[in-house]
């Protein structure tokens, strides 16, 4: 199997790679080059917003093209011209962000999404990149393109930091702020999970969207930071707080309180959705604790201190409004 990657290969893209080269695949990756590709992979380098940025792709075919852009969608529309014809499938890692909010809990693929377009450049909202970059592959792939609508990412190598952030917080000990309730059901995907049911459903030729995410409640808040605690070994007190008393506080949820939000309709948006197409498709989750033991061996390979996009917010609570709400 020849695989085309589009785009970065640090998290996401470093998933992809690494699992098409286990298969024994002939992987091919096009970025800019700020970081090096997994040993294995031919490297191409240009930058798909500049003038020629695809001039490394100008021959050669592939049978599958994998792309995670993120940005202005009109560089997945110009790729997709590109390529058509010397692709026999195309993956676009888009993001269950393209559905129009505020969305019904348990809402399936077919829910609205927001309105955008193919030929948007410069700076582009990630809910109307993501779905004008979908759009650009329905008109120019139709039924083969397939659209991979991820949810919240998780695992080792991961450059938002929020995993991450619980981890180091964690490993510090001592009294630890936990958002309640602990019982309130998650949903997010181990990229490795993803990078697996990705290129499956590529090699099966799948076309049209997909939420490719754990189902809600794989995991609860409870369950991810007692696996923390664990996988650090440390002597974190979680003091279980009600989210009313988090809130009052103006500490902002999924930023200053990674991953957790407090119950209404962005925890229904982002926490609830079915998965029940990808599953009949194949989707598997590994457990929770698997998930971040690989990350904190990952963490501690690095120094403890994870990569952080510059293009995404900070994440974390400062120290001392946490010991404040602690008080």
Request: hydrophobic share 40%; with cysteine; aromatic share 10%.
């Given at each position: 199997m020849r695989l085309l990657l589009l785009g970065g290969t640090n998290f996401v893209g470093r998933a992809l790679a690494e699992?098409?080269?286990?298969?024994?695949?002939e992987v091919t990756a096009l970025n800019r080059g700020n970081r090096p590709a997994p040993e294995g992979v031919r490297a191409l380098t240009g930058d798909r917003?500049?003038?020629?940025g695809l001039a490394a792709l100008a021959a050669g075919e592939w049978d599958a093209v994998v792309d995670t852009w993120s940005w202005a969608p009109a560089a997945v529309r110009d790729s997709a011209r590109a390529l058509e014809g010397r692709v026999g499938h195309y993956?676009?890692?888009?993001?269950r962000s393209v559905y129009d909010y505020p969305l019904s809990a348990g809402a399936d693929e077919s829910a609205p999404v927001v309105d955008s377009s193919p030929d948007l450049t410069g700076e582009v909202p990630y809910a109307e990149a993501k779905r004008g970059a979908e759009i650009a592959l329905e008109e120019c792939y139709g039924g083969r393109a397939l659209l991979v609508r991820a949810g919240l990412i998780l695992g080792p190598h991961e450059d938002i930091g929020r995993l991450p952030w619980w981890l180091g917080r964690i490993a510090r000990g001592g009294p630890v702020l936990a958002p309640g309730p602990r019982e309130q059901a998650l949903q997010y995907i181990d990229v490795r999970d993803l990078a697996r049911w990705t290129l499956d459903a590529t090699r099966a030729r799948l076309g049209g969207p997909y939420n490719v995410v754990s189902p809600s409640g794989h995991a609860t808040m409870g369950e991810l930071l007692d696996a923390c605690v664990r996988a650090t070994g440390s002597d974190a007190d979680l003091r279980w707080t009600a989210p009313e008393r988090i809130l009052a506080a103006g500490v902002a949820p999924w930023t200053e309180l990674p991953i957790w939000l407090a119950p209404g309709e962005l925890y229904d948006f982002l926490h609830t959705g079915s998965v029940a197409r990808a599953e009949a498709a194949g989707l598997r989750?590994?457990?929770?604790?698997?998930?971040?033991?690989?990350?904190?061996?990952?963490?501690?390979?690095?120094?403890?201190?994870?990569?952080q996009r510059a293009d995404r917010p900070a994440v974390g609570l400062d120290p001392a409004r946490e010991a404040e709400l602690l008080a």
């Open positions: 699992d098409a080269l286990a298969r024994g695949w917003t500049a003038e020629g993956t676009y890692i888009s993001s989750c590994r457990p929770v604790a698997e998930t971040v033991a690989d990350t904190w061996a990952w963490l501690r390979s690095i120094g403890g201190t994870a990569p």
